[in-house]
């Protein structure tokens, strides 16, 4: 898709505003109303069993599922089992939740191991689609040196056992490492590269082929010697992205500077290609250096953004595609931010997209979850989980 950000390099020749020095820290937030916004990406991916016009239904709330945890920065299912949920706690823990009680024993103890605190830490983990008969499971973290690591590891006996590093990318600072490791419909592992840190790219890695900082990233895990390919450059730090179970679309929420916070979408039929998210040429849909973007990869503009008067720091979500509040949130992408704590969901109908903001907000908000049945999960760096519920 050619945007609205190649307009603005080929006819304004990017007169761009200055921006000041790098912040993520909390700022005031106003409340979320509903709107309406086009155009959108026009391509759509046919429609299935759970496509159709987005939940437009009564209220929603949120009912915390558990609480106790240490840092917990993402959670995720595993394949076959349906009543268990993994929370990774970025000190260097994979904790147990079963049937909504937090079990004593980690999964995985990798404390002493990593390096720990601001945005480092141990950030994600993904399960092996065939984790059922092969037990391989993946973590992606930050070691003593503060550089990127996504480590296999195998499930069995008392302790998972490592097998093999499956990737390494020197960090040249600790903030922006990204973190986020998702299996793909098509079945290949996607890390989400931030562009290295300090602020504004100083070094202009996200636009820079030849790093694999600022990147997204895919790999076939099952080829032996495979190497890790570029589908997405120009992204500041997606810490969270996510596919649609249904459609397979990819939704990424990707840290702004100091002034937008955006969510990006790329079409099912589009991932494999390779796409420029804009950063640092633009923060958002605006300009942010005077600088012509890489001539790689399709352009894409944000399908919905904000700014800091809402928040400071995206957290992208999911597309709800549970049974529990289906009527009021089917298809509805949610995300929120980490320093207001506020929610939205948007849904996309063809070139339009609405916004919704909730009458609910989770403090320190890290990451937001699945579970097997689709059912969605909102996390909070004090320690607590909550779950999407219809309210009464």
């Known amino acids: 898709m050619v945007g609205g950000r190649l307009v603005v390099v080929v006819l304004a020749f990017l007169l761009l505003s200055a921006c000041s020095g790098d912040s993520d820290e909390p700022e005031p937030t106003s409340s979320g109303t509903e709107e309406t916004t086009e155009p959108a990406p026009s391509t759509d991916t046919g429609e299935t069993d759970d496509v159709g016009p987005p939940g437009r239904g009564g209220p929603l709330e949120i009912r915390e599922f558990v609480s106790g945890l240490a840092a917990p920065v993402h959670a995720t299912a595993a394949p076959g089992e349906p009543d268990r949920l993994y929370v990774v706690e970025q000190i260097g823990r994979i904790r147990v939740v079963e049937g909504g009680r937090l079990l004593p024993e980690p999964f995985l103890d990798l404390v002493g191991e990593i390096a720990y605190g601001g945005e480092q830490g141990l950030l994600s983990m993904a399960f092996h689609p065939e984790y059922e008969t092969n037990r391989l499971f993946y973590v992606n973290f930050t070691d003593p040196a503060g550089d ?34 998702v299996f793909g419909p098509d079945g290949l592992l996607y890390v989400g590269m931030g562009d290295g840190g300090s602020g504004g790219d100083p070094e202009n890695r996200a636009q820079d082929l030849s790093s694999r900082l600022g990147k997204l990233l895919r790999l076939d895990v099952d080829m032996p010697g495979a ?21 397979g679309d990819l939704w990424i929420g990707d840290v702004g500077q100091n002034a937008i916070e955006e969510v990006d979408f790329v079409a099912a039929d589009q991932v494999g ?18 600088k012509p973007l890489t001539p790689t990869g399709a352009v894409v503009d944000p399908i ?17 595609r549970g049974s529990e509040v289906r009527r009021q949130a089917r298809g509805r992408y949610f995300y929120g931010d980490y320093c207001s704590g506020k929610i939205w969901s948007v849904a996309r109908e063809g070139r339009r997209v609405s916004r919704r903001g909730h009458p609910f907000e989770v403090a320190d908000l890290t990451s937001f ?15 607590t989980i909550f779950r999407l519920v219809p309210r009464p």
């Open 148 to 181: 990127t690591r996504v480590k296999e590891y195998r499930a069995e006996g008392a302790q998972p056992v490592e097998t093999r590093e499956v990737l390494y990318v020197p960090q040249p600072y600790a903030n922006h490492n990204g973190g986020q490791l």
């Open 273 to 290: 290609e390779v796409h420029n998210f804009g950063w640092d040429v633009f923060e958002g849909s605006e300009p942010f250096e005077d």
């Open 369 to 383: 979850a699945e579970d097997s049945q689709g059912e969605l999960y909102i996390l909070s760096a004090g320690g």
């Open 304 to 320: 919905n953004e904000y700014t800091h008067e809402d928040g400071c720091s995206i957290t992208g979500g999911f597309v709800y």
């Open 227 to 247: 190497d890790w390919e570029m589908v997405g450059l120009g992204l500041r730090n997606p810490w969270r992205f996510s596919f649609d179970r249904v459609t």
